[in-house]
């Protein structure tokens, strides 16, 4: 393919943008290969090759700047070119990868010095750094990908490496039956994506974002709707979003580091990136979209009802990404400008979530790796800076002003209510009480861990704080829950105009935009002051007599036992049934010829005795036989 983009020229840029995925692979591939010879420095190579494709990308988005178009793509060599499929192996830089870049860099870098004091004493912290390059590698193919098949690599590469990282503790069954439940629902999910892929190149002849966007509007209604739910039922797989939300909990398995990466910066990114990108498909049908919102509003309540009822300090902040990304679902279901907003609160999300998960892991390391917020308490005598930090995230989270969460969620809600008639109320109520469901659960969090009693276990005399290698990141993450949000609100829908659709016109909902400000902010007071009140001295460690909804809440509104029921049960029944008509009717037929002729065999074997005399009775025998049925016919005997 010919170089479109005149910068490329007087920049250069896209003469080495292809460094942002070949720096991590390699660092990856030098890490395995070198084995325990990279034992002592491998770890200091990860962090190296991350901080370096930070400043690259940060270098390629000053140059993007500059460019009219703000848009570079590059071919670098055909990938697939079998008969009219032709696919290249190419680059898309743009405002919407640029930003993705940013967020996988820049807090990937700052998790991978995080994980240096994490893992320091764990024997395979060479070979996690070379996981952890490859999930980086992956990811940034995923997002700067010309078109859908170089996506589609990129995302099956992030499956690959968060199947590593989520089981890299393989001694641990939870942690390998994690790691096997993730990478089977994703399949689940990446088998949608791959269909409408194929979709794509039977009706349209290409997988390029450039065809596929210019040819989908000829399309048949039907076709338009089958592919975006399938592209959904992709999105929904890596952004652990219903029905495909079981595993992202469960991958809290893996080290803490692994959780901050998947739920802040990447993976669970991936499907509003690949919802975002695919933004003329979507817009071009009204079910579609209602669809996704519909997905969105509905896992955003599922996980702020399941977080409330959760004990262990990742899982509940697992349960608050799926609801976060519910909300990042609902912004780019409901259309125009509200896709810009999603990008704004994905990249929000981005730094309080990783500055709440690397907070839990630096409690678990002041706490002997107790996970239990009920065995917690009174800990922001002993660690202050992540108190602090936590805090941070806290409040961002559930949208206090003027940290980043109010400035990037409270948009969603009102561009829910800017819906028409009540599907506002519907998805709008949804959205705020989302909200105050958040407020709830997440100062259950922060009140049970920080503040109240002392209620640790006898093993536990002193918590401490964690070493400046693991607080300096929670540290620079806590500054960017601060002011991420109010920076971006207003420059990152601006920056993203080129591709993703901007807002028609100043919209008019069923409340002002005031009014829904004001209900924000009093039902997230709400939601937390109710939490404060309720959990500010503490709780029994034991479990307690609970409601039926708190009871459901528990077991995950029962989501698992129904997939269990509906899939698992009768898979592994009609696998069962599989094999034993595989053991008694295939390998039986094929057992029992084969048992017939060596039976058979054996017998006529008997027959060769080696005797002279039994020959020549054999001889006379059929000779006799031969005879006696000539003279039959002949005598009429016979017809």
Known sequence: ????????????????????????????????????????????????????????????????????NRSAELSLWDFIAVGNLHVDFGLL?????????????????????????????????????????????????????????M?????????????????????????????????????????????????????????????????????????????????????????????????????????????????????????????????????????????????????????CII????????????????SQIGYMFLGVGLGGGAYALAIVHLLAHGFFKANMFLGAGSVMHGMKDQV???RFGGLSKYMRITWLTFATGWLAIIGIPPLSGYFSKEPIIAAAFERHGWTAWLYGGAALLGAGLTAFYMTRLFVLTFHGPKRWTDDIEHPHESPKIMTVPLVLLAVGSIAAGGLMATSVPEWLT?????????????????????????????????????????????EQPAGALVRAARRNLYTDAFNEAVFEKPGVF????????????????????????GGGSGRLRRLQTG??????????????LVMAAFLAVQMGWLV
């Open 151 to 303: 996506l589609y690599v990129g995302w099956e590469g992030v499956g690959l490496a968060s199947y590593l990282l989520i089981s890299f503790w393989t001694d641990r069954p939870s942690a390998a039956t994690a790691g096997k439940k993730a990478f089977l629902m994703n399949r689940v999910g990446d088998a949608g994506l791959a269909i409408a892929i194929f979709i794509m190149f039977a009706t349209l002849g290409s997988t390029q974002y450039a065809d596929v966007f210019n040819g989908a509007g000829a399309l048949a209604g039907g076709t338009v709707l089958a592919m975006g739910l399938l592209l959904l039922l992709g999105a929904a797989g890596k952004s652990g979003q219903f029905p495909l939300q079981a595993w992202l909990p469960d991958a809290m398995e893996g080290p803490t580091p692994v959780s901050a990466l998947i739920h802040a910066a990447t993976m669970v990114t991936a499907g509003v990136y690949l919802i975002a990108r695919s933004n003329p498909i979507f817009s071009l049908d009204p079910t579609l979209q209602t669809v996704v919102v519909s997905v969105g509003a509905l896992t955003l309540l599922m996980g």
């Open 372 to 374: 239990d917020i009920r």
């Open 307 to 322: 977080g409330a009822a959760k004990d262990d300090i990742k899982r509940v902040l697992a349960w608050s990404t799926v």
């Open 611 to 624: 005797f002279v005399r039994s020959y020549a009775m054999s001889m006379l025998t059929g000779a006799v």
């Open 574 to 597: 009609l696998t069962r049934a599989l094999v034993y008509l595989d053991n008694r009717g295939v390998d039986g037929l094929v057992n029992g010829l084969a048992a017939a002729v």
């Open 498 to 542: 080129p591709t993703l659709p901007v807002a028609e016109g100043e919209a008019h909902g069923v409340l002002s935009h005031t009014a829904i400000t004001v209900l924000s902010i009093v039902v997230t007071v709400l939601g937390a002051g109710l939490a404060w009140l309720l959990f500010r001295a503490g709780t029994a460690p034991q």
């Open 1 to 68: 393919m010919e170089q479109t983009v005149e910068y490329a020229q007087a920049t250069g840029l896209l003469g080495s943008v292809w460094l942002l995925v070949a720096i991590p692979l390699a660092s990856a591939a030098i890490l395995l290969l070198l084995g325990r010879r990279a034992d002592r420095w491998g770890h200091w190579l990860g962090v190296a090759s991350v901080g370096v494709i930070f400043v690259l990308g940060l270098t390629y988005f000053l140059q993007l700047r500059g460019l009219e």
């Open 93 to 149: 830089f743009d405002p919407l990868a640029a930003v993705f870049v940013l967020l996988i860099t820049g807090v990937g870098f700052l998790i991978h010095v995080y994980a240096v004091g994490y893992m320091e004493h764990d024997a395979g912290r060479r070979r996690f750094f070379a996981y952890f390059n490859l999930f980086v590698a992956a990811m940034l193919l995923l997002v700067l990908g010309n078109n859908y098949v």
